[in-house]
T-cell receptor, first 113, second 114 residues
Framework: GNSVTQMEGPVTLSEEAFLTINCTYT??????LFWYVQYPGEGLQLLLK?????DKGSNKGFEATYRKETTSFHLEKGSVQVSDSAVYFC????????????FGGGTRVLVKP | EAGVAQSPRYKIIEKRQSVAFWCNPI?????LYWYQQILGQGPKLLIQ????????DSQLPKDRFSAERLKGVDSTLKIQPAKLEDSAVYLC????????????FGSGTRLTVV
C-alpha cells in the first residue's frame, strides 16, 4: 500500500541554521505530496504542497521539490527561527477514488536561540 | 471560509466507557475523514466518507468504533467500549471532491482513557 517515510527526530538546531527533513514515498501512481506542520498545542496546518513531478511547493521560507526519480519530497529552510519549532509531517495523497492522505511519522524540530 | 469544527476539545473517560466526537466540515466539502493520532506518531486514517457514503473504513476497529454521516454534512465518531490504547487525538478533515484542492483539518479532540 501507500506509505511515507520521514527522518526521525528530534532535530535540534540553532537559530539561522539550515534545516532539511528527508521524506520518501511509495511510488504507486501519481500522488500529490504535502508537508503539514503542527505547532505545540495546535492542530495540523498545511505548510506546502506539490501536485506533480518537478513542482516546487513553498511557504514561509520553506521549500520542497517533488522528485519522481528519487520518490522524495524533502523539506528545506535556509534560516530557521525559534518560531519554527514544531512537528513536521510529510504526506501523500492516494490515487484511487478514495484519495486519502497517508502520513509519515513526523519529525520534531527544536530551534534554540 | 469557516474551518472544520470539532467538539469536544478534550475528553477524559474511564476504560469501558463510551464517548462520541462531533465534526462539522467546511461547507460544500463532500469528503470527510476521521484520523487517529497517537502521541508521537503520524495521523492514521480511520474512516473516509464521500457525502454520506463510506469510501474506506479498512482501518476502523469495527468491534468498538463506529461513525456516521447521515445527511452528508456533519459526522459523529463513537467508541464503545473504550480501551486505554484509544488515548489519542482524533482529527477530522474535509476536502472538496477528490482532495486535489487540499485537505483542511480541525483542531482535534484529545481523548484520554484512564
Amino acid at each position: 500500500g501507500n506509505s511515507v517515510t520521514q527522518m526521525e527526530g528530534p532535530v535540534t538546531l540553532s537559530e539561522e541554521a539550515f534545516l532539511t527533513i528527508n521524506c520518501t514515498y511509495t511510488a504507486t501512481g501519481y500522488p500529490s505530496l504535502f508537508w503539514y506542520v503542527q505547532y505545540p498545542g495546535e492542530g495540523l496546518q498545511l505548510l506546502l504542497k506539490a501536485t506533480k513531478a518537478d513542482d516546487k511547493g513553498s511557504n514561509k521560507g520553506f521549500e520542497a521539490t517533488y522528485r519522481k526519480e528519487t520518490t522524495s519530497f524533502h523539506l528545506e529552510k535556509g534560516s530557521v527561527q525559534v518560531s519554527d519549532s514544531a512537528v513536521y509531517f510529510c504526506a501523500r495523497s492516494g490515487t484511487a477514488a478514495g484519495n486519502k492522505l497517508t502520513f509519515g511519522g513526523g519529525t520534531r524540530v527544536l530551534v534554540k536561540p | 471560509e469557516a474551518g472544520v469544527a470539532q467538539s469536544p476539545r478534550y475528553k477524559i473517560i474511564e476504560k469501558r466507557q463510551s464517548v462520541a466526537f462531533w465534526c462539522n466540515p467546511i461547507s460544500g466539502h463532500a469528503t470527510l475523514y476521521w484520523y487517529q493520532q497517537i502521541l508521537g506518531q503520524g495521523p492514521k486514517l480511520l474512516i473516509q466518507f464521500q457525502n454520506n457514503g463510506v469510501v474506506d473504513d479498512s482501518q476502523l476497529p469495527k468491534d468498538r468504533f463506529s461513525a456516521e454521516r447521515l445527511k452528508g454534512v456533519d459526522s459523529t465518531l463513537k467508541i464503545q467500549p473504550a480501551k486505554l490504547e484509544d488515548s489519542a487525538v482524533y482529527l477530522c478533515a474535509s476536502a472538496r471532491e477528490g482532495g486535489s484542492y487540499g485537505y483542511t483539518f480541525g483542531s482535534g479532540t484529545r481523548l484520554t482513557v484512564v
